[in-house]
């Protein structure tokens, strides 16, 4: 994941010909009336302070217009680099700015009295436009997919779907949108906000969210369904991203995640606050009744009978802890799945071929099965 690095560069301004402190340019605080401009949902805006917020307003403007140079932010480079990290996070949408840029402070003798930002750009004006375009039409192949009168879980479910059926997981130099709605590919960040930047554009309040996944830097989501917070992570929903196929489709338990279950493989970094997420309202396997509480092989039947009725290819199952080891034991150990498809076959009319072996996946941290069905 590329980081924020800030490149200070000093430019020390001596008194020349009686030169008075009043007389070299000055940055004006913030007005006392100041309201920060309201751009849609910004997370980490929302946790700076107001001063911070000032100095952001003003870099962004700068970035928005393709500004080489954004002059008159207060002389304090950390606040920069945490202002400059914020819009990086907040604004998927920026993809021609590569989240870097050299900060430059003005010394009067001792004294710090202003500093400009030069940003690091990917790309002219020009082909921003062009690449505006091809982002505009994977958006508008996305959206097209999505019902009218749609609930906030349905289309969050069919942006994590739509991301992970047309990206592969792959190392790119930089964390952008333009990875995942251009070429198809991308790393954990890149998908981050890809799924960030179209929850936005359809009215749903999604931040980007960096830490350690399994002890390895990693970027993920946290989204907010009819104004409650939930974690979804696209990568880890992806097949590719554990070297499976494509084909398998997404992996379902990491949608609509609650804390507990988040934090049994993911650190998010300690840099802004977080909501406990303790709803399971958006659980996917809840909302499918694919959710089971212990096992029994009657209710896997009743399960896969479903998915069957709707012609899905894969059964996708849930369980609590002790009805997933009873599950596990009982599907797979001794061959219950046959009987439970067998079972499945005959009440709905579907052939199935049992002759052949039977693929499966299981995750044992979330306690979750995805059995391919054997048409």
Not at 81 to 98: G, Q, T
Not at 150 to 155: C, L
Not at 184 to 212: D, F, H, N, V
Not at 300 to 323: P, T
Request: include cysteine.
């Amino acid at each position: 994941m590329r980081t924020l690095r800030a490149l200070p560069l000093f430019l020390l301004l001596g008194l020349l010909g009686g030169c008075s402190l009043a007389e070299q340019v000055a940055v004006d605080p913030p007005p006392e009336d100041y309201v920060a401009v309201e751009d849609g949902f910004r997370y980490e805006k929302s946790c700076l302070s107001a001063q911070e917020q000032y100095t952001y307003d003003q870099v962004l403007e700068g970035l928005q217009s393709h500004a080489l140079r954004i002059e008159g932010l207060y002389a304090d480079t950390d606040m920069i680099d945490r202002v400059v990290r914020a819009i990086d996070r907040d604004y998927p949408e920026l993809f021609w700015f590569s989240g870097t840029g050299q900060i430059e402070v003005t010394y009067l003798r001792d004294v710090s009295i202003k500093a400009d930002y030069v940003p690091e750009y990917t790309m002219d004006e020009g082909l921003q436009a062009e690449v505006q375009a091809m982002v505009d039409q994977w958006e508008k192949d996305c959206v097209a997919g999505i019902p009218g009168g749609a609930s906030d879980y349905e289309k969050a479910i069919h942006v994590y779907e739509y991301l992970i059926d047309h990206a592969d997981y792959k190392t790119v130099e930089e964390n952008s949108i333009v990875n995942i709605m251009v070429y198809g590919e991308g790393l954990c960040g890149c998908y981050a906000k890809t799924a960030q930047y179209m929850l936005g554009r359809l009215g749903i309040p999604c931040a980007y969210i960096s830490g350690q996944a399994d002890g390895v830097s990693h970027a993920w989501n946290l989204v907010w369904l009819d104004g409650v917070p939930c974690w979804m992570d696209p990568t880890w929903g992806d097949p590719v991203f554990e070297g499976g196929n494509s084909g398998d489709g997404p992996a379902y338990e990491f949608f609509g995640l609650t804390s507990e279950e988040l934090m049994r493989t993911h650190t998010p970094d300690d840099t802004v606050p977080l909501p406990d997420c303790t709803s399971r309202d958006y659980n996917y396997f809840i909302r499918n009744e694919l959710y089971l509480e212990g096992y029994q092989s009657d209710q896997v039947a009743a399960a896969v009978e479903r998915c069957l009725q709707s012609g899905k290819n894969r059964v996708c199952l849930q369980f609590d802890a002790d009805g997933y080891r009873q599950a596990i034991q009982g599907l797979f150990s001794q061959g219950d799945i046959y009987k439970v498809f067998r079972i499945a076959g005959d009440i709905t009319g579907v052939p199935l071929n049992l002759s052949q072996s039977i693929r499966y996946s299981v995750n044992d941290t979330m306690y979750t099965m995805s059995i391919k069905i054997p048409y």
